[in-house]
């Protein structure tokens, strides 16, 4: 069993309220009722990330401070090895971080490629607030993220050292994500741990006041070269949010999301009056249109809520979980897939 299989079986064991609501159902949500305030994220993980932003939510605060406080739980987490602390570092062994985080305003912030940083979602707000620009990169991100408070720690947890010091036995590098198809190969797995041990989170919240935020953070491809950025702080590929029409966000390859600008396709899929489960499964066919074959290596799944709290996801492979919380569901949803 993966570390990472461990984590999320002892989180959702470990936390006995939500276990006793959080059921696993294949379902998505289209009624035209505006359900407010709302919290969907990625992965098994989001169920503890929903929690801490449901305790903004249910206190009638934002959904800015709701993603997050949401996605600080995940970032902090050592346990798991692809957000935050112990994220499986680059191929020189070094933890580089991704996130973004943008509000109901178009407002916007991000970092790319910091390291030593524990929160790069909390510099990627103070980005967005305190600055004029969107964007802090590698260096500059830090040397803010030092200058404004954040403390410099090591992220490289012993576990996490140790698959990597195992991975440069091989260097084999080919990236292949939370796959549970037939194509999958453990043996060319790059993550040691098998297919669930790398991935985003992507928060989306919609709050009492009809506010939509949203928040991504990741540790990014495991043994990537040194300085690669993945969709997650990219604004329009990882993330986006509009007042108009709802938000989305992405996981998996993140070179295939980037392709498509996969966030934003969304949005404007939905602004055509798609539902959120279709506008993401249009935007999985899209990568399978560009390459058919490699589409069925890799993962790549989607998660929309629009601005009436309807949400929905899509994946191309199977395995693709999201977490649901608002005042009448609590769930955690196995996503429908392509293949
Ligand atoms: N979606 C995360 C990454 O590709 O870095």
Same mark, same amino acid.
């Given at each position: 069993? $993966?570390?990472?299989?461990?984590?999320?079986? =002892?989180?959702?064991?470990? %936390?006995?309220?939500?276990?006793?609501?959080?059921?696993?159902?294949?379902?998505?949500?289209?009624?035209?009722?505006? +359900?407010?305030?709302?919290?969907? %994220?990625?992965? @098994?993980?989001?169920?503890?990330? @929903?929690?801490?932003?449901?305790?903004?939510?249910?206190?009638?605060?934002?959904?800015?401070?709701?993603?997050?406080?949401?996605?600080?739980?995940?970032?902090?987490?050592?346990?798991?090895?692809?957000?935050?602390?112990?994220?499986?570092?680059?191929?020189?062994?070094?933890?580089?971080?991704?996130?973004?985080?943008?509000?109901? #305003?178009?407002?916007?912030?991000?970092?790319?490629?910091?390291?030593?940083?524990?929160?790069?979602?909390?510099?990627?707000?103070?980005?967005?607030?305190?600055?004029?620009?969107?964007?802090?990169?590698?260096?500059?991100?830090?040397?803010?993220?030092?200058?404004?408070?954040?403390?410099?720690? =090591?992220?490289?947890?012993?576990? $996490?050292?140790?698959?990597?010091?195992?991975?440069?036995?091989?260097?084999?590098?080919?990236? %292949?994500?939370?796959?549970? @198809?037939?194509?999958?190969?453990?043996?060319?797995?790059?993550?040691?741990?098998?297919? !669930?041990?790398?991935?985003?989170?992507?928060?989306?919240?919609?709050?009492?006041?009809?506010?939509?935020?949203?928040?991504?953070?990741?540790?990014?491809?495991?043994?990537?070269?040194?300085?690669?950025?993945?969709? $997650?702080?990219?604004?329009?590929?990882?993330?986006?949010? !509009?007042?108009?029409?709802?938000?989305?966000?992405?996981?998996?390859?993140?070179?295939?999301?980037?392709?498509?600008?996969?966030?934003?396709?969304?949005?404007?899929?939905?602004?055509?009056?798609?539902?959120?489960?279709?506008?993401? +499964?249009?935007?999985?066919?899209?990568?399978?249109?560009?390459?058919?074959?490699?589409?069925?290596?890799?993962?790549?799944?989607?998660?929309?809520?629009? #601005?009436?709290? @309807?949400?929905?996801?899509?994946?191309?492979?199977?395995?693709?979980?999201?977490?649901?919380?608002?005042?009448?569901?609590?769930?955690?949803?196995?996503?429908?897939?392509?293949?």
């Amino acid at each position: 069993m $993966s570390n990472r299989r461990k984590f999320i079986q =002892n989180s959702v064991l470990g %936390s006995a309220g939500i276990l006793l609501s959080a059921k696993v159902v294949s379902a998505s949500s289209s009624d035209t009722t505006i +359900k407010k305030p709302i919290v969907v %994220s990625t992965w @098994n993980f989001g169920v503890q990330a @929903n929690e801490a932003a449901w305790k903004v939510l249910a206190e009638k605060g934002h959904a800015l401070d709701a993603v997050e406080a949401g996605v600080r739980v995940p970032e902090a987490d050592p346990k798991g090895n692809s957000v935050g602390y112990g994220g499986l570092p680059d191929r020189e062994g070094r933890v580089t971080l991704d996130a973004c985080i943008m509000d109901e #305003k178009y407002n916007c912030g991000s970092v790319m490629c910091i390291e030593h940083i524990m929160h790069p979602i909390s510099v990627a707000r103070l980005v967005m607030e305190k600055t004029p620009h969107i964007v802090l990169s590698g260096e500059g991100a830090l040397r803010f993220a030092l200058a404004n408070g954040f403390k410099k720690q =090591n992220l490289l947890t012993p576990q $996490s050292e140790k698959a990597w010091k195992e991975w440069l036995k091989t260097s084999n590098y080919s990236p %292949s994500m939370n796959i549970e @198809n037939q194509s999958y190969s453990k043996e060319n797995d790059p993550m040691p741990g098998g297919p !669930d041990n790398h991935d985003t989170i992507g928060m989306l919240a919609l709050d009492v006041n009809g506010n939509l935020s949203g928040a991504c953070t990741t540790s990014g491809l495991a043994y990537k070269i040194h300085g690669r950025v993945g969709d $997650s702080p990219i604004i329009g590929a990882g993330l986006y949010v !509009d007042p108009e029409v709802g938000a989305a966000t992405a996981t998996g390859v993140g070179e295939e999301v980037i392709r498509i600008v996969g966030a934003h396709l969304i949005i404007e899929l939905m602004r055509q009056g798609y539902a959120p489960e279709a506008a993401c +499964k249009e935007a999985t066919q899209r990568i399978i249109k560009r390459n058919p074959e490699k589409s069925k290596t890799i993962q790549v799944a989607f998660l929309a809520l629009d #601005k009436n709290g @309807n949400y929905g996801a899509y994946a191309l492979q199977k395995g693709f979980t999201f977490a649901v919380k608002s005042g009448t569901e609590e769930k955690l949803i196995n996503a429908k897939s392509i293949y």
